[in-house]
């Protein structure tokens, strides 16, 4: 019944922007934190960023600073992932994943994964 819908990813030039969305539905508990990650080919899966329910305390990736917001509208019960000055480099499927604790940076610490959503940026 619980699920994550990821939606918003696609083709886009190097330079342009996406807005991801994470889509939660069917959870019975709050999670306190609301991750994204991604995986390209032959690397692995690493943390993007990480939303806090608590507090609202935002993490990113030293890569995606300054590039990538995450935010969370709690009344659609959907988390979103902000893209802007995309690169090649950010090529991957980017998941969205939730925990039932704190936000971390690692992937294996997180509860439920949506099945991920493809961005690609190419020329």
């Known amino acids: 019944q619980a699920q994550l819908v990821e939606s918003g990813g696609g083709l886009v030039q190097p330079g342009g922007s996406l807005r991801l969305s994470c889509a939660a539905s069917?959870?019975?508990?709050?999670?306190?934190?609301i991750g994204w990650f991604r995986q390209a080919p032959g690397k692995e899966r690493e943390g993007v960023s990480c939303?806090?329910?608590?507090?609202?305390?935002?993490y990113y990736t030293d890569s995606v600073k300054g590039r990538f917001t995450i935010s969370r509208d709690t009344d659609k019960n959907t988390a979103y992932l902000q893209m802007n000055s995309l690169q090649p480099e950010d090529t991957a499927i980017y998941y969205c994943?939730?925990?039932?604790?704190?936000?971390?940076?690692?992937?294996?610490?997180?509860?439920?994964w949506g099945q991920g959503t493809p961005v690609t940026v190419a020329s």
């Open positions: 069917g959870f019975t508990v709050d999670y306190a934190g």
């Open positions: 994943a939730i925990r039932s604790s704190w936000c971390g940076s690692e992937y294996y610490w997180y509860d439920y």
């Open positions: 939303i806090s329910t608590s507090d609202g305390s935002t």
